[in-house]
Structure formats: C-alpha cells, structure tokens
C-alpha cells in the first residue's frame, strides 16, 4: 500500500526529475561506484556515449561481468589488477589507460588504495552500463 508520505517522496523525485539507472543505482554491497557525469547521442543512431567517474574500494573484486559496448579509461588514482578473458592480467597504475572491449568479460582487484578512473563508454543506448558475466 502506498502512504501518503511515500507517495509524496516519489512525486517530488518524479518532478525533481530524478531517474535511476544501472549505472546511477547501485547496491550499497557493491565495491565499485560509477558517477555518470556527462551523457551524449551518438556516435551512431542506438548508442550513447558516457563519460563516467569510477571509485572502487581498497582490497576489493568486482564480480565479472560485460559492458554493451566500449569502455577506454585513465587511472587517477590507486592500483587494480585488471583479467580480460582471452588477455593475461595486467596491473593498472594511476597514470595509465585501459580498453575493455564490448561483450568480453573482465573484473578487477583492487590493492590497498582502491582506485579512481575516469572511463568513457560508448555502448548500446538503453541496456544495462554492466551485466554480470
């Protein structure tokens, strides 16, 4: 049943325009936060392009999964391990760049630092940013 009080928060949320994506709603059990901080159209008709902000707690995995798309990123700060199926694993360092390609799994461990990135994602226009794998 819906409260009047309920009821009224999601209507201020509504107005306010708030919208919860994959990307924007995440599980406080979840080490990895991803900030959308500018959503474009484009490159092609039925993709967008998302230039995110990445914050994964220290001595953390995040679980395996896939993107719909291009993720390209620079490290900001920290260290992660980094598994691409089919690639060995490399260790990512603040200064250095990476490339997931679309559909191919990978997941990350993260050292004592965590890490923070700043990663662009060209993927399919409303899917999921990332799908378990």
Sequence with gaps: MLTRRGF???A???VAG???TAAEAQ???TP???TILQRTDGPAPGYETLV???EIEPNAVVARHTHPGVEAGYVVEGEAELTIDGQPTRTLNAGQTFEMPSRVPHWQKTGDK???AVAVYVVEKGKPLASPA
Excluded: D, M, N, Q
């Design 32 to 34: 990895i936060k991803r």
């Design 8 to 10: 009224t928060t999601c």
């Design 114 to 116: 965590g890490l923070r």
């Design 18 to 20: 708030f919208a919860a």
């Design 27 to 29: 599980s406080a059990a």
């Design 12 to 14: 201020l949320c509504a």
């Design 52 to 54: 995110v902000s990445v």
